[in-house]
């Protein structure tokens, strides 16, 4: 069995994992009262030195990030909670069944970049999780270990949660602070606006992820050598990972990086439901470019493996398709909601999502041309410059590049299923169900 | 010193360095920092785009611009609107990969843009036709059904919007929110569903949203006075600079078949950066009224009519000359010439001197600053000062009603340039939003403000105010401040600042040319003294001794005529009747008069009983120059013949003067230009040839001449503000009631009208209800107007828009107190 | 010149007061404005404006840009079928079907009676516990197209005042994406989540 880190707690005690006191019987915020007394170079070389890569699906290291930081001050600190990426759904378990770790991660990062105002970002469509957050919240300002002079020191720390409106794109770091300032969730071009040097009502920025600040506790109490050592490889600590679609046993599951793709699915997964065949599967979340179990069941989950094979751990969201899959569904349905969720700020990603969607939705009712996946492919090819990994984009952030993915696996692996919907009129998988859908 | 023949401003500024970059494959050198975009375009590589504007932030959305520039990881696509030169960039413009892009973004583009080009306002100028042809695939694959919206929607009362031709560049949307200050018309849903819409029932009713529809780079947004009305290949245009702002900003006409169809503003870093307010953009209706004056006219047994030129250039003659012979030239007036150019301020002017023998001219009337102050101060600052000070002062009107080029660029240098504002007024300015720093005092309390400055209160206004460079633009705020209190701010910010630079403000349009032509009773053309040697030697030059004592100036000539020491007055392009504060002495100066004669394209308030009307040429029915605020020259053109037998004011005059036995010697605008460029010392050089040039700041003409008087400070001190419930704060809105705009059908509806503003704090007491009409009594006038409840105006101030249809002029006595009317 | 209770504008300044600016609070404002009206009215955008500092046109840019800020009239109850891929492949174009036909509501309205609007939406985080439903944005994980039919007969002949999550969850739900630990007492009364910042949750 693996080690547990961020949800050791709640699988240790699954009634109460989230209270205060709950968190406090199990070594909750010594490690913040300890950060208080580190400087901030030891904090930010500790960081470094665990290897953590950013959760959010960047998987930038966050030590590197941190350092980034322009001297400026002042500074914020941004919770990214903003999960709303098809197939994930671990930041919600964190959020809603232990927010006093995440509450104690945001307190080393503020510490650790002299940050005094820190903001959580959760998606709107959480209110449950924002709520067992404030809850988490209140009880920490009563407990004077956020607000003024936190845990009896001299440092302030003010927290404020902030629930989305509903907008997927708020989860691009650029989008989150827009949002949060009370504009429109549209990226902002970067350059000039690296967050560390230009984020927050122009301030520096640093924007991290749930899961990865829900890390920092354990990476101080267990020191960051025996940390970046629970793997064999360069991916270090532990990574969630979220799986869904056609498994026995979907679910989070928190995993050391560098077991297999077949380990995932068919071991912790427990394999496909009535023993049928794997089709396809999306290694990380809706933006990656997908696998098919030809080429790809036997890789080990990690960066650089997933990156070689042309794809991404991305937020770590797996979802799996079965033989009874339409390929031009599953696709239809992936760029539907990118164009969906398309800011609309720039050309190619607001005109080509939809019409990238309108044309797979054609195909599926039966009214596909021959020209149509090459004309999808040549449409994507406008949003993605050659369809290469990582995307040599025309967009300002990689959203519409994302609904891409899709169209590259039915050009791979796919293309009789789709030659076959054109001839026979239809989807040959769903001929016998009723057309349409929402 | 010769005229400033550029944009840079007083202020020194810095030079640039260059760096090298390689644009396909040729190494350029560009300035360090700048954009892509535009250090590429500045070497002759067009990079196409729709979204970049040259004088708006960057926002890199329609992608058009994307070029290759290599990094260490290989080339990468980058926008190059959004991206800096550096030292040693290699670009390529033209790479397969960036024509695969454009071509892309283009299909992209118009997979949803109609194909209605032939219907299109923008067809034939049109950035997306163009290009579409240029970089595009040729033909669309799109196949689906396109995004459809309901059919144009009126965005405000001078703009339609057709949102299926739209392609989000945020270009109209920019404008309004960092340029003008309206953040009115917005981005709304998103994704495939983003359009540009207003908020329900709250219009873009921005005084600049005639800007959008010039930049919008396809047919979305439309003029309603352009609209469906020409193509733009069978436009003739000729450039000119609008005399409907004080800063003349640069500016195209278009003209069909002797019709004026628009104007588009045209980018001039010396004044306007190509933007141009509703009232300059669509003041062109006026030309074409059914009401211009297109015969002389005379009054007989009551009634005017129409005679030929001659018998009506005989007649003026004969009875100026009556008047001279008997009474001398002192029983003339001459009231006008601040809305024409300055060749016919110039031939005005010498008429008057030389023909008339009179010094009682004046091309103010009585709303003015002193006019040593406006045309002769030696600080004075351009334009383009503004971007390069450290503090900017504006004490005085609010600028977006009465300066909008002035008020967008002080507004720019406040947010865009992070210069420090501050703004002292009577109520609530278009820059308050803008400014570090705000004052509000009473109106006719302004000396007590100074006062309490001199006196160190206001700490942290007297800090800003004590930077290294203070731009310092003062004006009339009110009509209750008179012309005293802004030389007295100026003296008192040159005690402060360690470098103060002034810009005079005055609201009719060519005021600083008819002054610096001689056209105020003090002053000889050329910003000299009547009295001084200056005046003596243009004397001798214009062959006579008309030098001598200073005239009278509006008010005295009027009150003249109204007591028989004056006996006639030539009214010039001028409406006192509607101009005056205190009316009264317009009308009354007006019916005591002997004779009165008028040139003017309009029957007025002020010529309706004149004796003799002669029709005038307007803008853009003649040739010459112009000063503007900053004391800047510029040329205006011509593009049609004046309606009628209408002619310039300088041809009539010198008729005038020829049928009086005096030849002025000035028989065309080029040698009366020539003259000046000759004999007017300020003047010197600044000659058509100067001005005809590609570019467009014109000259500055220089104001540290030795001729060029130095007045005297006035000490703050001694006046309080007045003691009453009320005080009143009259002052001039971007649209009145004045002859021009009430004959411009699209753009008199947007005046206020008669209303009084209010803050609803002082509602209750006095019985003021929104929407219903209240009485206004001073000692001057009184009148019903309507309560528009305000929170931009302070308790205890009643704000009336001056000049306003069905509005009574209330004078300059701010005491003013109020009565509810019975309905 | 507000036209809020004193209740509310005391929660509206209170929520500014937890962000550097105030044009932050527009969002949470949004939502305020969502509680007082039943969906988000133009007065209650223009509202909206007047604490933020800014035009209503920009407070519309961005209510328009998020899509949980209702702008038009919305049913007590928000039923949001989500039908992204992982809710897909388990039938959650089924459940959505289900839902439309047991209430009569077809997705993207709301019933005359002003009680239900339905809508289909994107990924809402459930993945793990698909097909997922949300009612007010309060979870439902592993509806069957059965359960859904409860769930609207349900909804119409209880009318709930407050929809909780457990109770839902145990009357209409399957398996779940993980524990959800302690019962929950909180939850929504209208079409938008039951959640303010500063300690105060969904009941009123």
């Known amino acids: ?438 | 010193m010769p005229a400033q023949v550029s944009s840079a401003g007083r202020f020194a500024m810095s030079e640039r360095t260059l760096v090298t970059i390689t644009i396909n494959g040729e190494d350029k050198q560009v300035p360090e920092g700048e954009l892509l975009i535009k250090a590429a375009q500045d070497e002759g590589t067009y990079i196409p785009r729709f979204c970049w504007h040259e004088r708006m932030n960057p926002v890199g959305m329609c992608r058009m611009c994307l070029v290759e520039v290599d990094t260490p990881r290989g080339p990468m696509m980058v926008t190059a609107c959004t991206n800096n030169v550096t030292e040693g960039m290699v670009v390529d413009t033209e790479s397969a990969e960036v024509k695969k892009a454009q071509e892309a973004i283009l299909e992209f583009l118009l997979a949803n843009h109609p194909l209605d080009c032939p219907v299109c306002d923008k067809g034939g100028e049109c950035p997306l036709q163009d290009q579409a042809m240029a970089y595009g695939p040729g033909e669309s694959r799109f196949v689906e059904i396109k995004r459809t919206y309901e059919k144009p929607i009126p965005i405000s009362d001078l703009v339609l919007l057709d949102r299926e031709r739209c392609i989000l560049c945020a270009r109209c949307t920019r404008f309004s929110d960092e340029i003008s200050g309206d953040p009115l018309i917005e981005f709304k849903d998103r994704g495939n569903a983003t359009e540009v819409n207003t908020f329900p029932d709250l219009p873009f009713s921005s005084y600049f949203s005639g800007n959008t529809v010039q930049i919008c780079p396809v047919g979305a947004l439309t003029a309603k006075p352009y609209r469906f009305r020409a193509r733009p290949w069978d436009l003739k245009k000729v450039e000119s600079s609008s005399l409907q702002d004080t800063a003349h900003p640069r500016m195209e006409i278009h003209a069909s078949q002797n019709e004026i169809l628009r104007y588009t503003g045209v980018d001039n870093d010396a004044t306007n950066h190509g933007w141009l307010s509703d009232k300059a953009r669509f003041g062109f209706e006026h030309l074409r009224s059914d009401n211009r004056v297109t015969e002389p006219l005379v009054r007989r047994g009551g009634e005017l009519v129409a005679v030929p030129w001659a018998e009506a250039i005989d007649m003026v003659a004969t009875r100026f000359q009556l008047v001279k012979d008997e009474d001398g030239g002192e029983a003339i007036g001459v009231i006008g010439g601040a809305n024409g150019t300055n060749e016919d301020a110039y031939a005005l002017s010498k008429f008057a001197r030389v023909a008339l023998g009179t010094n009682n001219v004046d091309a103010t009337v009585g709303d003015a600053l002193a006019s040593h102050f406006l045309a002769a101060t030696v600080d004075r600052a351009c334009i383009s000062d503004i971007d390069d000070a450290d503090t900017i002062l504006v004490w005085g009107p609010d600028l977006k009603e009465e300066h909008p080029t002035l008020y967008l660029r002080v507004r720019r240098a406040a947010q865009e340039l992070g210069k420090t504002l501050v703004v002292i007024h009577p109520r609530a300015t278009g820059l308050d939003d803008r400014a570090s720093h705000k004052l509000n005092y009473r109106p006719g309390g302004g000396f007590q403000l100074l006062d309490e400055l001199a006196e160190g209160e206001h700490a942290d206004v007297l800090h800003a105010l004590s930077a290294n460079k203070v731009v310092v633009l003062v004006g009339m705020a009110s009509h209750a401040d008179g012309p005293d209190l802004a030389e007295s701010v100026a003296a008192f910010i040159r005690q402060k600042a360690v470098k103060t630079l002034i810009l005079p403000l005055n609201s009719r349009s060519n005021t600083y040319g008819a002054l610096d032509m001689g056209l105020a009773p003090d002053l000889f053309p050329g910003r000299v003294n009547v009295d001084s040697a200056g005046a003596a030697a243009l004397g001798e030059a214009w062959g006579g001794e008309p030098a001598g004592l200073p005239g009278r100036d509006s008010t005295e000539i009027l009150a003249g005529l109204d007591s028989g020491e004056v006996r006639a007055l030539l009214l010039v392009g001028s409406d006192p009747v509607r101009d005056m504060p205190i009316p009264s002495a317009a009308s009354d100066g007006l019916a005591g008069a002997e004779y009165v004669v008028s040139i003017d394209m309009f029957v007025n308030d002020s010529n309706c009983n004149a004796d003799v009307i002669l029709p005038a040429a307007g803008f853009a029915e003649k040739e010459g120059t112009v000063t503007n605020v900053e004391g800047r020259v510029q040329k205006v053109n011509q593009i049609r013949p004046a309606p009628g037998q209408a002619r310039a004011d300088w041809a009539v005059v010198g008729d005038v003067a020829l049928s009086m036995g005096v030849d002025l010697g000035l028989g065309s605008v080029e040698i009366i230009n020539k003259e000046i460029s000759e004999i007017v010392g300020a003047y010197e050089g600044v000659t058509f040839d100067l001005l005809e040039w590609e570019q467009r700041e014109g000259a500055v003409i220089p104001v540290d001449d030795t001729r060029v008087i130095s007045h005297i400070p006035i000490a703050a001190g001694g006046k309080a503000s007045p003691e009453a419930a009320f005080t009143l704060h009259v002052a001039r809105t971007m649209y009145d009631d004045g002859v021009r705009l009430r004959e411009s059908p699209s753009l008199h509806p947007l005046a206020p009208g008669a209303v009084v503003r209010i803050n609803p704090a002082d509602a209750p007491s006095v019985g003021a209800q929104d929407g219903r009409p209240l009485r206004v009594v001073t000692s001057q006038g009184e009148g019903e107007f309507t309560v528009v409840l305000d929170e931009g105006t302070p308790a205890g101030v009643l704000f009336v828009p001056f000049n306003q249809p069905g509005g009574a002029h209330l004078g300059t006595d701010p005491v003013a107190r109020v009565t509810p009317v019975k309905t | 010149m507000s036209a809020w209770p004193e209740a509310t504008q005391e929660r509206a300044r209170q929520i500014i007061s937890r962000y550097p600016e105030k044009r932050s609070a527009v969002m949470p404002l949004l939502y305020l404005a969502m509680a007082e009206d039943g969906h988000l009215t133009e007065d209650g955008m223009a509202e909206v404006a007047e604490w933020c500092g800014i035009t209503p046109a920009q407070v519309q840019s961005v209510a328009s840009f998020y899509t949980m800020y209702k702008r038009e009239r919305t049913g007590q109850y928000l039923v949001s079928c989500c039908t992204s891929i992982s809710c897909m492949l388990l039938g959650g174009d089924d459940v959505l079907h289900a839902v439309e036909d047991e209430s009569g509501v077809p997705h993207g309205e709301t019933d005359e009676e002003g009680l239900l609007s339905v809508e289909h939406v994107e990924c809402i985080g459930a993945c793990g516990g698909a097909p997922a439903v949300q009612v007010n944005y309060e979870l439902i994980e592993g509806v069957t197209p059965e359960k859904a039919r409860d769930l609207v007969g349900w909804l119409k002949d209880a009318r709930p005042s407050v929809v909780n999550t457990d109770e839902m969850q145990e009357l209409f739900g399957g398996p779940r994406s993980f524990d959800w630990g302690i019962r929950e007492e909180e939850g929504a009364v209208g079409p938008y989540p039951a959640f303010q910042p500063l300690g105060t949750v969904g009941k009123e």
């Open chain 1, 1 to 438: 069995m693996t080690t547990l880190l961020v949800t050791k707690r709640m699988v240790d005690h699954p009634a109460d994992s989230h209270t205060l006191e709950r968190y406090q019987a199990t070594d909750g915020y010594n490690q913040a009262r300890r950060a208080l007394g580190m400087t901030r170079d030891e904090l930010v070389e500790e960081v470094k030195a665990s290897g953590l890569l950013g959760r959010g699906g960047a998987a930038f290291s966050a030590g590197l990030k941190w350092s980034f930081l322009a001297p400026a001050r002042p500074s914020y600190l941004v919770i990214n909670g903003d999960e709303s990426e098809p197939g994930t759904f671990k930041d919600r378990q964190l959020l809603e069944r232990d927010p006093h770790q995440m509450i104690e991660g945001i307190i080393i990062t503020a510490i650790a970049n002299e940050v005094h105002h820190a903001f959580v970002y959760i998606r709107g469509e959480y209110p449950k999780p924002a709520r067992r957050v404030q809850a988490a919240v209140d009880e920490a300002y009563a407990n004077g270990f956020l607000g003024k002079g936190i845990f009896g020191s001299d440092y302030d720390l003010e927290l404020t949660v902030h629930l989305g409106g509903g907008a997927y794109i708020c989860g691009e770091e650029t989008a989150l602070i827009n949002s949060l300032e009370g504009l429109r969730g549209e990226p902002r071009l970067k350059p000039p606006y690296f967050p560390a040097a230009k984020g927050l009502y122009m301030l520096p920025t640093i924007v991290n992820n749930v899961e990865t600040v829900s890390n920092l506790p354990h990476i101080l109490a267990m020191g960051s050598g025996d940390y970046a050592a629970l793997t064999g490889n360069e991916d270090t600590g532990t990574f969630m990972m979220s799986l869904s679609g056609h498994v026995e046993k979907p679910g989070n599951y928190e995993l050391p990086h560098g077991i297999t793709w077949r380990e995932l699915i068919y071991d912790i997964g427990g394999g496909i439901p009535g023993g049928r065949d794997l089709k396809a599967w999306i290694p990380g979340g809706a933006s990656a470019p997908w696998f098919v179990p030809e080429h790809h069941l036997d890789l080990p989950i990690t960066k650089d493996d997933t990156a070689a094979a042309g794809s991404m751990l991305g937020s770590g969201a797996v979802i799996v398709m079965d033989e009874t899959t339409c390929m031009v569904e599953a696709a239809e349905r992936v760029i539907r909601f990118f164009a969906h969720e398309s800011c609309g700020q720039c050309t190619p990603c607001r005109e080509g999502t939809t019409w990238l969607e309108m044309i797979l939705r054609r195909i599926e009712d039966g009214q596909g041309r021959a020209v149509d996946l090459d004309l999808a492919v040549d449409v994507s090819d406008g949003i993605s410059i050659g369809l290469g990994w990582p995307p040599k984009m025309t967009t300002i952030c990689p959203l519409g590049p994302s609904a891409v993915s899709p169209i590259k696996a039915l050009k791979d692996y796919f293309i009789e299923e789709v030659e076959s919907h054109v001839s026979q009129g239809g989807c040959p998988l769903k001929s016998a169900q009723p057309v349409g859908s929402p």
